[in-house]
């Protein structure tokens, strides 16, 4: 009885391992049972001629309809006819199978997308597209692929600039809330995270194709998002990475002037780091110098924005001076003072800085006080060699002493003051 019930549970088994191998991609055995293998399509067409001596042209027909090359065309003759669900089965089995040529499999790819897309199912379609340009990358189908994404990802946009134009209306007292964006059970659009899956297929489309006419439009997209979104981080880096690689794009203007608002925006003030203060300034100047139109479009605004970039750069080294007179270190925080004095003249950081000065001068001219100067290293003379006398020559080597040079006719030796600078 063990004997038995053993082997039926093996011969069971050996019917599901052959099952499973000839449900694989690269079996055909079971290709033509409809809920298996490749959908039954209509036998290929003509697709080629063979040119006779008589000037007539024959038809030459596939040979095999079998063949991956035979089902390519049967699906392309469905997809012709409009029938894009049959043949997207048709052309997600032959891109499946690993084992047919590199054109079939490419050709099979980017057609399984179209019908995809043809049908209104715009995540799969997308995905598959960017499955297409990860595989093949110098696929011969990679500009139309990038339209596509680009043109899915803008229709999914379409929900933020709802919220944009809403925000608008709200902040003029036209309407007391924002519409929120839920679930949608549209299969034009993601199930979730509509928005996030927009950047994530512009940044497709950046990346494949950096240099391309779409990368500075989809960049552009995505750090509008980001600004919209109160993420300034991300949309200082995707406006300045349109400056910085795509200078002669008609949107670069723009994205330089997004730029410097959102780097001013994402320090977080004069405690933080001052890098991005810094670099908002050096936009500034490029767009002076590089972009006449926003120049003279937009001076005042710039003007303003150069006004509280020299201002929150006069309180961060004011406040590094303030430091150090906290912690007992008088002579650094003099020293940050004068930096401030001199960088910054006219703010009102350099008038608090010389009240310090002073301050810090007064205390350290008081008797009953150890003067903070005092510590301070002490700088020999220097004297020039018409200068020195005997006596300050060297004792016990008198020939290290330097000779003295003569001077050229006409010529006398400088000042007492040091200008170092014959005067003829």
């Not at 040979?63 to 669900?85: C, H, I, W």
């Not at 890098?275 to 605004?301: G, I, Q, W």
């Not at 006080?369 to 060297?394: F, G, M, N």
């Amino acid at each position: 009885m063990n004997d038995r019930r053993y082997h039926r549970i093996q011969w069971r088994m050996l019917l599901a391992g052959a099952l499973l191998l000839a449900c694989s991609p690269g079996c055909t055995m079971l290709d033509h049972v409809p809920l298996v293998g490749v959908p039954k399509g209509p036998p290929p067409p003509a697709e080629s001629g063979v040119l006779l001596p008589d000037g007539s042209i024959e038809q030459a027909t596939i040979s095999d309809p079998n063949s991956p090359e035979g089902r390519l065309a049967s699906g392309k003759e469905l997809f012709r006819q409009g029938n894009y669900s049959h043949a997207e089965r048709i052309f997600h089995r032959l891109g499946a199978n690993k084992k047919n040529p590199m054109p079939v499999l490419e050709e099979a790819r980017f057609l399984e997308a179209e019908c995809l897309r043809m049908q209104g199912h715009y995540p799969r379609a997308a995905d598959t597209y960017v499955d297409l340009l990860n595989k093949f990358d110098r696929t011969q189908y990679k500009e139309q692929a990038i339209q596509r994404m680009y043109d899915i990802a803008n229709y999914w946009l379409d929900d933020t600039r709802a919220q944009m134009r809403e925000d608008r209306e709200k902040k003029e007292g036209k309407r007391w809330m924002v519409s929120p964006i839920f679930l949608t059970f549209d299969r034009t659009k993601p199930f979730l995270d509509r928005e996030g899956r927009a950047i994530e297929k512009l940044e497709q489309v950046r990346y494949h194709d950096v240099g391309g006419p779409l990368a500075d439009k989809a960049l552009f997209l995505c750090g509008c998002v980001k600004f919209f979104r109160n993420d300034f981080a991300e949309a200082d880096y995707y406006f300045s990475q349109i400056h910085e690689r795509h200078p002669n794009s008609e949107l670069a203007p723009q994205a330089v002037e997004l730029a410097i608002i959102s780097k001013h925006l994402s320090t977080g003030g004069s405690d933080y780091d001052g890098r991005k203060v810094a670099e908002a300034r050096m936009l500034v100047h490029a767009a002076f110098n590089n972009y006449p139109e926003l120049a003279d479009s937009k001076k005042d605004f710039l003007s303003r924005q150069l006004v509280g970039i020299t201002l929150q750069q006069a309180e961060k080294d004011f406040k590094v001076g303030q430091f150090y007179e906290r912690t007992s270190h008088p002579g650094s925080a003099y020293f940050c003072y004068e930096i401030v004095r001199r960088r910054y003249p006219g703010t009102p950081y350099a008038e608090r800085a010389s009240q310090r000065m002073v301050e810090l001068r007064g205390k350290s001219d008081e008797p009953q006080q150890a003067s903070w100067t005092d510590s301070l290293p002490t700088i020999p003379e220097v004297k020039w060699p018409w200068q020195r006398k005997d006596a300050d020559l060297p004792a016990s080597r008198p020939e290290l002493a330097p000779a003295p040079k003569a001077l050229p006719a006409g010529m006398i030796p400088p000042s007492a003051s040091g200008s170092g600078n014959y005067i003829p």
